[in-house]
């Protein structure tokens, strides 16, 4: 069974940066695509970014800004670092994880349970 961890989130002021984590326990990297996705108030989901069990990285097309990812093989982790972060970017940030290795997978299999960042002064 593959779970699924986010951590990292929490209260940054306008402007900062943020690093979340994605510990996947039960598969490696190697073998699964990766997704990030967030959720505003009042809003549906949005996707990120996905990268793939290759490294491969795909952009959602989100109006993030300044957005890094890196994988961690080592210790089975991706991790999203974003950047000039604005009070519209406050939401819920899932990872997510595809058994299909590619990006995009035409659906995700487990999800984690989201941390949430608020972006405030």
């Known amino acids: 069974q593959l779970h699924v961890v986010e951590s990292g989130g929490g209260l940054v002021q306008p402007g900062g940066s943020l690093r979340l984590s994605c510990v996947v326990s039960?598969?490696?990297?190697?073998?699964?695509?990766i997704g990030w996705f967030r959720q505003a108030p009042g809003k549906e989901r949005e996707g990120i970014l996905c990268?793939?069990?290759?490294?491969?990285?795909n952009y959602d097309g989100s109006e993030l800004d300044g957005l890094t990812i890196s994988r961690d093989d080592a210790n089975n982790a991706v991790y999203l670092e974003i950047h000039s972060l604005k009070p519209e970017d406050t939401a819920v940030y899932y990872c997510?994880?595809?058994?299909?290795?590619?990006?995009?997978?035409?659906?995700?299999?487990?999800w984690g349970q989201g941390t949430q960042v608020t972006v405030s002064s």
């Open positions: 997510a994880a595809a058994r299909v290795g590619q990006c995009p997978p035409t659906e995700y299999d487990y």
């Open positions: 039960g598969f490696t990297l190697d073998d699964i695509a």
């Open positions: 990268i793939s069990a290759s490294g491969t990285s």
